[in-house]
C-alpha cells in the first residue's frame, strides 16, 4: 500500500510534503509532485501538511481521482527506483495524463 498524490497537486507542488517524508520517496514532474509506491513506507506524515489536500492513501482516493494511484505508479516505469528524490532532482517530465491536462488554478 501507498500514498498517492492527485490532481490538486498539479500546476501547485507546494512541497510541504517533501519537507515531511522521511524516506524521501516524493518526486518532482514538471506539474505535479508524485509519490514512489515501492519507497513509500505507508507512514502518512505528508497527508496532513500539503495544502491543497493532494495526499490520499490509496484506499481511500476519491472515485474522480482513481486514475491517480495508476499515474503515481506509472511515472516511475523509466525511472524505476532511484533511491531518493533529492539525489534525482526535478525530472522535468510527467505522466502523459498530467502533461495532458489544462493549466490548473486560473
Known sequence: ???????????VKDRACVDECPVDCIYEGERSLYIH???CIDCGACEP??????????DD????????YKVNVEFFSDLGSPGGAQKLGPTHVDH???AALPPQGE
Not at 49 to 58: K, L, N, S
Open 1 to 11: 500500500m501507498t500514498y498517492v498524490i492527485a490532481l490538486p497537486c498539479v500546476d
Open 96 to 98: 502523459p495524463l498530467v
Open 49 to 58: 501538511v500539503c495544502p491543497v489536500e493532494a495526499i490520499y492513501y490509496e
Open 61 to 68: 482516493l476519491p472515485e474522480e481521482w482513481a486514475d491517480y
Open 37 to 39: 509506491p515501492d519507497e
